[in-house]
């Protein structure tokens, strides 16, 4: 019945038998999860059961799991051994001239008669006078009124039996001892250094809670995986719950994330929670006593903690609770109980380790694709998603394959990455999301105070913004206070704006890609497009439309150039904040900059003056090096 439940079970009655137990059964017991025990009236006068039982008291202190089965005996005789399975042990005793062994086996005995198992009791004894048992034949004395009484008795006794067996079953397949381990990950490369430090943690904090935080695809769920694994088997409990955040979003969900936990923990099937509020009650009442290790994985709100934990205090002293989030904020409200790591990406070596066993299942590339596996490192910048999904998506195919392959990394994100990375960004309010997509397209590496100042002109609340993608694990502080972002999620930030007119860039808010803003600076196809929506638009005035959209426009290029400029060719960009021009030389002269720019950045500015009609009040930053452009003849009092 075990096998059924598919749990791998052996008997020791097929190996071959002798005076003593066999190098194979002692291995087997050795790498066995548990052990049960069958004590009968008969048990003590075999040598090989006795051997058995010594090996598996021995075992049991390596932390194996001992249940003991009494059957038709009672667990006192085999603790004190007296009765009939004492008079058994002590004619057995008398035979062997080996007083350790012996010494050995009783002790085996106490221990294990003092284990909480399983005992069946049942005893049925039928009158000879009615009737006798031979050759599996019943001779049948009296009435059948009587013979039926009897194989009623039989037939019960064998209903209980089965029952009895059957209990047994569903206790080992619903205890902690059944339990499979999660999947970590098909090469952990990097996982035990991070888990073992974790772990120090832990074991050296009286918390009762450890949050695991970083951006997504930096291998948070990997870890507490690992760490679940390591130390499950040390608690009274545990359970591992994934994907909170989609697995939260309505009452009825919440409540089946109380129930699987209610049941993980107590496997009672019987536990029906009801509702949220009750849910949570029933969580303090029956595991506050119990010393219980908890993962709650993807965790992006206050209130999935509060649903399933109450208060971080509720559970016995040594419980543990393990929490992964994008929100590092997360960990801090939970006040001092909590403690806090943050996941750092691989180093080069783990990276190209890691890339290398997907891209070539070798811990190292081919030496012909070294340079282009560096190009997918640069590329990754440590994030485990992104090395495991490039490596999978690159195994096997040809060198030019390969190349292409790099050179579409490099330009356009990876859709598998970027819904991943797209999840911390949803989770972002309006102005939060400008906030973002203005680093990712025009302040990555500029420092914090710099871009607040900015950003708080165009009443985005920075201060409060900058540190929820702080928290968020979106942007961190460098070196010197400046706004840092990973390369890939600078990437997805700027394939957002992409997105919202792939085709059509002057109907973008953003514009950074030289290419794009001299397609839609010098070719007027600005002044085409709200031509052409004119009629939408209940004023006549086609500037509005643009208005509305362009936000901000940086034009680099990567090697000196001149570009041909209509005067005006800003006039009906309206609503622009932010002009940021570098290695780009004008030709023509500049007649008009929007009212609206808070940011002015142009190196090399060629005209010794800005256009008259320019008020820059709303400036924030002016910033014009090898410009002949002076002050005076700027700001007129």
Not at 79 to 107: M, P
Request: hydrophobic fraction near 40%; aromatic fraction near 10%.
């Amino acid at each position: 019945m075990l096998r059924l439940r598919g749990i791998h079970t052996f008997i020791d009655d097929k190996l071959p038998k002798g005076e003593e137990i066999s190098i194979e059964l002692l291995k087997t017991i050795e790498n066995s999860m548990m052990s049960i025990i069958v004590f009968s009236e008969n048990y003590s006068s075999s040598t090989w059961c006795l051997d058995e039982l010594a090996k598996i008291v021995e075992c049991k202190k390596n932390d194996q799991l001992v249940r003991p089965i009494f059957y038709k005996v009672d667990p006192s005789e085999i603790r004190n051994q007296n009765g009939k399975f004492g008079e058994a042990l002590a004619k057995l005793e008398g035979k062997l001239k080996d007083s350790k062994k012996v010494e050995r086996w009783r002790k085996a005995l106490h221990e294990t008669a003092n284990i909480s198992g399983w005992h069946y009791k049942h005893r049925y004894v039928f009158n000879d006078n009615y009737c006798t048992f031979y050759n599996f034949q019943w001779s049948v004395m009296i009435t059948n009124f009587i013979v039926k009484q009897q194989l009623a008795l039989i037939y019960q006794c064998y209903c209980n039996e089965f029952k009895f067996i059957q209990g047994i079953v569903e206790d080992i397949s619903n205890s902690k001892f059944n339990h499979t381990p999660l999947f970590v990950a098909r090469y952990p490369v990097g996982i035990n250094y991070r888990v073992k430090t974790i772990l120090l943690d832990i074991e050296s904090n009286d918390g009762h809670i450890i949050g695991i935080h970083g951006p997504g695809g930096i291998g948070k769920t990997t870890i507490a995986k690992a760490i679940f694994n390591r130390i499950c088997d040390h608690f009274d409990g545990f359970c591992y719950l994934e994907n909170l955040r989609e697995r939260s979003r309505t009452n009825a969900s919440v409540i089946k994330l109380q129930e699987a936990l209610l049941f993980e923990i107590l496997r009672d099937t019987n536990l029906k929670v009801g509702n949220k509020s009750r849910g949570i009650n029933m969580i303090k009442e029956r595991l506050s006593f119990m010393r219980i290790l908890l993962v709650l994985d993807d965790v992006d709100k206050w209130i999935q903690i509060e649903n399933l934990l109450g208060r971080c205090d509720w559970f016995a002293s040594g419980s543990k609770i393990i929490i992964t989030t994008r929100d590092k904020h997360l960990a801090a409200t939970l006040g001092n109980c909590c403690s806090a790591y943050s996941v750092k990406e691989l180093d080069q070596d783990e990276a190209l380790e890691l890339f290398s066993m997907h891209a070539f299942q070798s811990n190292k590339p081919k030496d012909d694709y070294l340079e282009l596996a560096d190009r997918v490192i640069q590329y990754a910048k440590g994030l485990p998603l992104a090395l495991v999904i490039s490596g999978a998506d690159l195994y096997g195919r040809t060198k030019p394959e390969w190349r292409s392959a790099v050179e579409k990394y490099e330009r356009i994100p990876n859709e598998e990455i970027k819904k991943i990375l797209e999840i911390s960004y949803e989770g972002l309010d309006k102005t939060e999301k400008d906030i973002f997509l203005d680093i990712a397209c025009f302040f990555e590496g500029f420092p914090k105070e710099y871009v607040i100042d900015i950003l708080d002109a165009c009443n985005l609340y920075p201060i409060y913004g900058i540190r929820r993608l702080i928290d968020k694990c979106l942007i961190t502080v460098g070196r010197c206070d400046k706004l840092l972002m990973h390369d890939l999620l600078q990437q997805m930030g700027r394939d957002i704006v992409q997105r919202e007119s792939p085709d059509l860039p002057e109907e973008r808010s953003r514009l950074w890609c030289y290419e794009d803003v001299h397609k839609v600076l010098t070719q007027n196809t600005v002044c085409f497009i709200l031509v052409h929506f004119l009629p939408f638009f209940s004023n006549g005035k086609c500037s509005d439309y643009f208005s509305f959209k362009l936000r901000g426009i940086m034009i680099c290029s990567p090697e000196p150039s001149k570009m041909k400029l209509e005067p005006k060719c800003l006039e009906k960009m309206k609503n622009l904040k932010f002009l940021i021009v570098s290695n780009v030389d004008i030709c023509k002269g500049l007649k008009y900059l929007p009212y609206e720019l808070r940011v002015l950045d142009w190196s090399g500015f060629p005209l010794s003056s800005l256009p008259s009609n320019f008020d820059p009040q709303k400036l924030i930053a002016f910033n014009m090096p090898e410009s002949r452009v002076t002050l005076n003849k700027l700001f007129k009092v």
